[in-house]
């Protein structure tokens, strides 16, 4: 059967109930009757304590009679008596360590995420403000060249205007001489 997940909903609680359960027993073994009696609820995480029983084998064993399972902690199947309490509370360490285990698998990239998604965050505002940039520096030098170019194109146009008149006045200073030259020739 599959290794059980501590991080299940409930599944730590069950797991040190049963194993606290199990360990008052002589034996250290108990049917699904008088555990749901004794304890007064089913499991949290699973159907039945058989099945948590089976999904946890690095603590309990089952054994099958004619008529119902039988759970044994099974790192003391040889043992007659209760467990004594430091037996029992080293069983309880064991299944708060393997939790605390897959709880610190399940958060390692949490703090990994953490320092990413700022970062990846200010690439973009980066990447952003440099393309923003520069566009506003184009339209900058846009509205440079236009004015100059207007500067220039009024500067041509005024410059133009004084030659044309200028040429108008030359225009009309030969053609006043020609006057007087052709009516000096008749």
């Given at each position: 059967m599959?290794k059980s ?5 409930g599944r ?5 109930s049963l194993?606290?359960f199990?360990?008052?027993?002589s ?11 004794s ?5 949290m995480?699973?159907d039945d ?9 690095e603590?309990?064993k089952?054994k ?8 044994i902690i099974?790192?003391?199947?040889q043992?007659n008596d209760?467990?004594?309490?430091d037996e029992?509370i080293?069983?309880?360490e064991?299944?708060?360590?393997l939790h605390?285990s897959e709880?610190n698998?399940?958060n390692y990239?949490?703090p990994?995420i ?6 990846l ?9 440099l393309f923003y940039?520069?566009n506003?520096?184009e339209d900058?030098?846009r509205k440079i060249?236009?004015?100059e170019?207007?500067e ?6 005024s410059a133009?205007?004084?030659i044309?008149k200028?040429v108008?006045i ?17």
């Amino acid at each position: 059967m599959k290794k059980s997940s501590y991080l299940n909903n409930g599944r730590i609680r069950d797991v040190i109930s049963l194993i606290n359960f199990l360990a008052t027993k002589s034996n250290n073994s108990s049917h699904q009757i008088e555990i749901k009696k004794s304890l007064s609820r089913n499991p949290m995480s699973v159907d039945d304590w058989e099945k948590l029983s089976k999904l946890h084998p690095e603590f309990f064993k089952t054994k099958k009679t004619n008529f119902e399972s039988y759970f044994i902690i099974s790192l003391y199947i040889q043992k007659n008596d209760a467990l004594s309490i430091d037996e029992r509370i080293r069983l309880l360490e064991i299944a708060n360590s393997l939790h605390d285990s897959e709880l610190n698998k399940r958060n390692y990239w949490t703090p990994i995420i953490a320092a990413i998604i700022p970062a990846l965050v200010a690439v973009i505002i980066s990447l952003y403000t440099l393309f923003y940039n520069k566009n506003k520096q184009e339209d900058i030098l846009r509205k440079i060249i236009h004015s100059e170019n207007k500067e220039i194109l009024t500067k041509f146009t005024s410059a133009n205007s004084n030659i044309k008149k200028h040429v108008d006045i030359l225009e009309k200073k030969i053609i006043t001489t020609n006057k007087i030259n052709n009516s000096d020739d008749r």
